[in-house]
């Protein structure tokens, strides 16, 4: 688009109106009032031709500075009635009407010209900016299309792997409760593998529902007033089977404040990362869960002590689908629950980090955002 404005055509409604506006003028001042004052005359000439300068183009307003030059010499000018001036200051007179009548009619076209230039860059502007806010909704729906892809993809790879291992032990497990051969003891040994890989596959569907949700933007804050150990209780209970053989330690050092958050999002964001310590960690070892409130959030460490995180798998701990170098070796596992964990904190402003521990093992923290106040707990409440 070029920034040169287009030529005007005459605008010859306004070309009429002017010249028959100084005609008229003429005739009151000359014929009708006997004016014969020069500045009276030459200021409604004036007056004429600015009014079609603003209203027409700059050809307009000269012809009609042009004629409102010949009259205001022939009819009053002396000697009226000839094209001939005497008094030499009439002369000046004369051409100073035409050359304001001239710079009035250029400086009115350009005004109105850059007002018309501002008007279209105004109206560009809004153009590129339409444009623009499609093209960024286009590429939003591109992102979640891409993102839904990634999804179905991801889902696919859980579904086709994560599930081989446990639809295998249960189809085992089955046909082996139909053996004749089986003791009591073996029958039941077989049956709890049954509910055991029952587990698995409902947590694992579980976790790709709750994935789908996040991704699809499903997931929003309830906030409530809740004490933080009923969150930790509520996630532990969640996280039941893969704490089985391990030793629960909570030192919550804001047990006597309440908390303003959703949660239901944080103790199922929690949990995920209690069953992450839980699978990953020896059997018998102490899962220490420390609560507390740091400023404004409400802060949950979980610190295990298992064989800790490689450096290399810091970077990609949360994203999706990820399973560490030591996670690949465990045999079930659809590397989801930590990103779910990040998921759920972010619709509800909080964040998630790990961090190595020393000598050995891992922690990680939770961080949401709260309203807190303390809470005097009497004993007869309880």
């Not at 009151?28 to 020069?38: E, I, M, S, T």
């Not at 809740?226 to 030192?251: F, G, T």
Request: charged letters at 20%.
């Amino acid at each position: 688009m070029s920034g040169r404005a287009a030529p005007h055509r005459p605008n010859w409604l306004a070309l009429l109106l002017g010249l028959a506006g100084i005609g008229v003028l003429t005739a009151v001042f000359a014929v009708g009032l006997h004016v014969r004052n020069p500045t009276i005359v030459a200021l409604a000439f004036l007056l004429i031709v600015l009014i079609v300068a603003a209203i027409s183009t700059r050809v307009v307003a000269i012809a009609v500075s042009l004629l409102a030059f010949l009259c205001f010499n022939y009819f009053f000018l002396p000697p009226v009635g000839t094209w001939t001036i005497a008094d030499p200051e009439n002369w000046v007179a004369l051409f100073t009407l035409l050359a304001v009548s001239l710079i009035a009619s250029h400086l009115s076209a350009l005004a109105r010209r850059r007002a018309e230039e501002a008007t279209a860059r105004g109206d560009e502007l809004a153009r590129v900016l339409v444009e623009r806010t499609q093209l960024l909704e286009e590429r939003k729906e591109a992102e979640l299309v891409r993102r839904s892809a990634e999804l179905k993809s991801a889902l696919l790879a859980s579904l086709g792997h994560d599930l081989r291992t446990p639809l295998t032990a249960l189809m085992v497990a089955a046909n082996n409760l139909d053996a004749s051969w089986l003791t009591g003891d073996q029958r039941h040994e077989q049956a709890a593998i049954v509910r055991t890989e029952l587990d698995r596959l409902n947590r694992l569907l579980n976790n790709i529902v709750e994935m789908a949700r996040i991704e699809t933007n499903a997931v929003d804050a309830e906030p409530e007033w809740v004490s933080p150990l009923e969150i930790v209780q509520a996630a532990a209970r969640h996280a039941e089977q893969a704490l089985a053989r391990h030793q629960l330690k909570i030192d919550d050092t804001a047990d006597k404040m309440l908390v303003r958050l959703d949660p239901r999002l944080t103790s199922a964001a929690l949990a995920h990362v209690l069953e992450n310590a839980g699978q990953y960690s020896p059997p018998g070892t102490t899962i220490t869960v420390t609560v507390s409130i740091d400023g404004e959030e409400l802060r949950m460490t979980v610190r295990d002590e298992g064989v800790g995180i490689a450096p290399g798998d810091f970077d990609r701990l949360f994203d999706r689908s990820y399973r560490g170098v030591d996670a690949r070796q465990q045999r079930f596992g659809s590397g989801m629950g930590l990103a779910i964990t990040r998921g759920l904190l972010a619709a509800e402003g909080g964040r998630v980090w790990a961090e190595p521990d020393r000598p050995r093992g891992a922690v990680f923290t939770i961080a949401v955002p709260v309203e807190s106040h303390a809470a005097a707990v009497e004993a007869d409440s309880l």
